[in-house]
């Protein structure tokens, strides 16, 4: 069964380090998501994606994310300088439309 | 803004018993409610979904109800078993964006 996957697994960065999140999406899928989840938190949506562009995104997802599709099969998250508060897991997850599968999730700790 | 509200936060239910869970949303531009289930470390697992155009779904031993006028649907899990026990989470949006709820940990006793 095809799957979303997600490289690294675990990030550990320092603060004001840019990190890069990496996502395969499914390979039928046109949509994009990002998602976090601080622990023990519920999951909060952060940007969608669709067409090479952004369809939608949160509060959160200010000017320090970005996305990006840099080629036909991988869907990245850049955090240009993270601060403390950005350590979490996050979700990247696809969809043909509607219904959104969602990968194994990075968790990314900053220190 | 907490635009899905989930409770219980957690439950505990005996093996063949039923769990139910429910949510409640705010917005009425919400036209599409999954559910999903999340083992610890994993990530969230699509469960069952439902449009607002019916009032129920369900699949195996995993039913969704959805009340429109009220705005609230729950699941309920028929017969649980120990392989059940994980965190369960409420959505509701549209094609572009969820809103999650806040989750809710069902722990099944043998």
């Known amino acids: 069964e095809p799957e979303v996957t997600q490289t690294p697994s675990h990030q550990v960065t320092q603060m004001g380090q840019e990190v890069i999140l990496r996502c395969v999406p499914i390979s039928n899928h046109l949509y994009f998501y990002w998602y976090r989840q601080i622990l023990g938190q519920k999951v909060e949506f952060l940007v969608s994606f669709y067409n090479n562009e952004i369809s939608e995104k949160s509060e959160i997802f200010d000017d320090q994310f970005s996305v990006e599709r840099p080629d036909g099969s991988n869907f990245t998250l850049k955090i240009r300088s993270t601060k403390l508060e950005d350590s979490a897991m996050y979700f990247c997850a696809s969809s043909t439309l509607t219904e959104q599968y969602f990968g194994p999730g990075t968790r990314l700790t900053v220190t | 803004q907490q635009q899905v509200k989930q409770s219980p936060q957690s439950l505990i239910v005996q093996k063949g018993g039923i769990s139910i869970i429910n949510c409640a949303y705010e917005?009425?531009?919400?036209?599409?409610f999954p559910w999903y289930q999340q083992f610890p470390g994993k990530g969230p697992a699509l469960l069952i979904a439902i449009r607002p155009d019916v009032s129920e779904k369900k699949e195996g031993r995993f039913t969704i109800s959805f009340n429109k006028s009220a705005k609230q649907f729950s699941l309920h899990i028929m017969d649980s078993q120990p392989g059940d026990s994980a965190t369960y989470f409420c959505a509701a949006g549209n094609d572009y964006k969820l809103s999650f709820g806040a989750g809710t940990t069902v722990t099944v006793r043998a």
């Open positions: 917005n009425t531009a919400f036209d599409y």
